[in-house]
């Protein structure tokens, strides 16, 4: 174990001992994985639905349990959906330092006729989504952005990673970690002209093996005793 070594005495008078005390110290641990599930019921979409796509925008309508994220217009009607997600991520110790943590998505369908980024970003919208929780197109770029996903890379056959852009530190050791996904079109007021939504499954599906999940990976110390 990794130790510091201490010369107690030896810039003393000839008559005193010299001391050395190994002092041990906190032993790392590499390598802890914790995979966190979406909550089963804070979770869902918000979305705006007007026939003037500003207003669609800007304004939420509804919230639904979908996991749907994009935009589309349809019917001569725009509709803006947001994805909010909540992650238990208590269970980390307060001290840890996290070096990795992936949000990863199992999708669902693919309604993308135009090609989009997904962003997550934190959004603390409490312990019940609600239609107010919406963010307005022009206000998502404000939102710390933490993550980000190419709905061109987007599969229906298994998870989508999506990439880090600053996660790790935004992870919430001490209680939960909420986020909110959006079409990058969406925040830079770009009306959509057909589909371009992809959806994810959420974790109102039996079992875990497609909920979204939230994989971290820290390190944490053991203290050492003398």
Same mark, same amino acid.
């Given at each position: 174990?990794?130790?510091?070594? %201490?010369?107690?005495?030896?810039?003393?008078?000839?008559?005193?001992? *010299?001391?050395? %005390?190994?002092?041990?110290?906190?032993?790392?641990?590499?390598?802890?994985?914790?995979?966190?599930?979406?909550?089963?019921?804070? /979770?869902?979409? +918000?979305?705006?639905?007007?026939? /003037?796509?500003?207003?669609?925008?800007?304004?939420? !309508?509804?919230?639904?349990?979908? $996991?749907?994220?994009?935009? +589309?217009?349809? $019917?001569?009607?725009?509709?803006?959906?947001?994805?909010?997600?909540?992650?238990?991520?208590?269970?980390?110790?307060?001290?840890? *330092?996290?070096?990795?943590?992936?949000?990863?998505?199992?999708?669902?369908?693919?309604?993308?006729?135009?090609?989009?980024?997904?962003?997550?970003?934190?959004?603390?919208?409490?312990?019940?989504?609600?239609?107010?929780?919406? !963010?307005?197109?022009?206000?998502?770029?404000?939102?710390?952005?933490? *993550?980000?996903?190419?709905?061109?890379?987007?599969?229906?056959?298994?998870?989508?990673? =999506?990439?880090?852009?600053?996660?790790?530190?935004?992870?919430?050791?001490?209680?939960?970690?909420?986020?909110?996904?959006?079409?990058?079109?969406?925040?830079?007021?770009?009306?959509?002209?057909?589909?371009?939504?992809?959806?994810? =499954?959420? &974790?109102?599906?039996? $079992?875990? =093996?497609?909920?979204?999940?939230? !994989?971290? !990976?820290?390190?944490? &110390?053991?203290?050492?005793?003398?």
């Amino acid at each position: 174990a990794p130790a510091v070594t %201490v010369t107690a005495g030896a810039d003393r008078t000839p008559d005193t001992i *010299a001391a050395v %005390v190994t002092v041990p110290q906190a032993i790392p641990r590499d390598g802890n994985v914790l995979t966190v599930y979406a909550d089963a019921t804070n /979770t869902g979409r +918000v979305y705006g639905s007007d026939a /003037t796509y500003s207003t669609a925008r800007s304004t939420g !309508v509804a919230s639904s349990v979908a $996991g749907l994220v994009g935009q +589309v217009y349809v $019917g001569a009607t725009y509709y803006c959906d947001e994805l909010f997600l909540e992650f238990d991520t208590s269970a980390i110790p307060d001290g840890a *330092a996290i070096t990795t943590a992936v949000l990863s998505l199992y999708g669902k369908t693919n309604e993308d006729a135009t090609g989009f980024n997904v962003i997550a970003a934190l959004r603390d919208y409490g312990s019940t989504l609600e239609t107010g929780d919406y !963010v307005a197109g022009a206000s998502l770029s404000a939102l710390t952005t933490v *993550a980000s996903f190419a709905s061109s890379g987007f599969t229906t056959s298994g998870y989508n990673d =999506f990439a880090d852009v600053a996660l790790p530190a935004n992870v919430n050791k001490t209680g939960t970690t909420r986020l909110i996904l959006y079409s990058d079109r969406q925040a830079s007021g770009t009306p959509p002209t057909g589909f371009e939504r992809i959806e994810f =499954f959420l &974790s109102n599906e039996a $079992g875990t =093996f497609k909920d979204p999940q939230l !994989v971290v !990976v820290y390190t944490d &110390s053991v203290p050492a005793t003398v």
